[in-house]
């Protein structure tokens, strides 16, 4: 089919900090070559102008949390009022009463509670915070807040690495009731360099080991959507191919200097779409893309 003219969501990256120090993040184990930053509004507007145009919808996500960002609700607000949808992935450490209710009466659609592991002791190794009941109840508060209407949808993602099926189990029943849409996957490490992260020993030997256990099958996604349907740009206005891309290996511009539709039709993203549509999954993006693919358990020898 023919390519469409514009991009029809944004992956907009408020800020690429964290305050979580996830193992497997490159924000979170420091192998991310990125200074911290917030968005600008001067930047933000730029991108909401141009998706104004074309009804094309923003999800708040990247490497860092969204809602770490002072102008996180005010920016919801500035998209819903131009009639875009808008989606934020969490951390949920910062969904407090005022936070919740904000996002809400800003007209947030949807919000993702991301999780790892399914209890307090598999969160706290990969995460390093303990913060699993917390997470509940920061999504009780959403939940609390959006009781007068529909919105936003209320979804959690978990991705596991050795847990066993009835632990599994028991995160399933506890989170069914509280979320419209659960999601339960594997963490994949393909993109990390061990010897680029910044860990202590025991985290180092923790990750090695649950990078040790991973047993799935890696299947690429046909067609990937990341270069025919949407866009990426980083905290600093940068666009890149891909939301796979934290280093920014790939430039498309600066939505400064550069509009949305030019970065959508850089020689770069095309190259890229070319290689795509042949099913060639060559180059560091695609070679450790994480994301889309869907994992069925190896056959194990018996």
């Known amino acids: 089919g023919e390519l469409i003219d514009f991009p029809r969501m944004i992956d907009v990256e408020l800020t690429n900090s964290c305050n979580f120090r996830c193992l497997m993040c490159p924000t979170g184990n420091r192998s991310l070559d990125r200074h911290a930053e917030f968005m600008t509004e001067e930047t933000y507007e730029k991108i909401v102008d141009q998706c104004a145009e074309h009804g094309t919808a923003l999800r708040f ?18 998209a819903f009022s131009r009639g875009l949808l808008t989606h934020l992935n969490t951390n949920g450490s910062k969904i407090t009463g005022n936070m919740s ?23 706290l190794d990969m995460r390093r915070t303990d913060f699993f009941g917390g997470m509940i109840e920061a999504i009780g508060l959403m939940r609390w807040a959006r009781s007068k209407g529909g919105t936003p949808w209320i979804a959690a993602s978990t991705s596991i690495t050795d847990e ?16 419209d849409e659960l999601t339960i996957g594997n963490t994949t490490f393909d993109f990390m360099d061990l010897n680029a992260v910044r860990l202590r020993l025991g985290e180092k030997a923790m990750l ?38 934290f280093s920014s290996v790939t430039n498309l511009g600066n939505v400064n200097d550069t509009t949305i539709a030019e970065m959508w039709r850089h020689p770069e993203m095309e190259a890229y779409r070319e290689r795509l549509a042949r099913k060639e999954y060559s180059g560091p993006l695609c070679e450790s893309c994480y994301d889309y693919m869907s994992c069925t358990k190896k056959e194990v020898a018996a």
């Open 61 to 78: 996500i990247g490497w860092g949390e969204p809602t770490l960002h002072p102008r996180v609700m005010g920016f919801v607000g500035a």
């Open 101 to 123: 209710r904000g996002l809400v009466g800003m007209g947030l659609d949807s919000i993702k509670f991301s999780f790892q592991g399914v209890n307090q002791q598999s969160y």
């Open 164 to 179: 066993t099926p009835e632990q599994v189990e028991k995160f399933r029943q506890i989170m069914t009731p509280l979320v």
């Open 208 to 245: 090695e080991k649950a990078m040790a256990a991973e047993s799935v099958e890696k299947r690429h996604p046909d067609p990937c959507p990341e270069t025919f349907d949407k866009l990426s740009i980083h905290a600093d206005g940068t666009g890149v191919v891909c939301c796979n891309d």
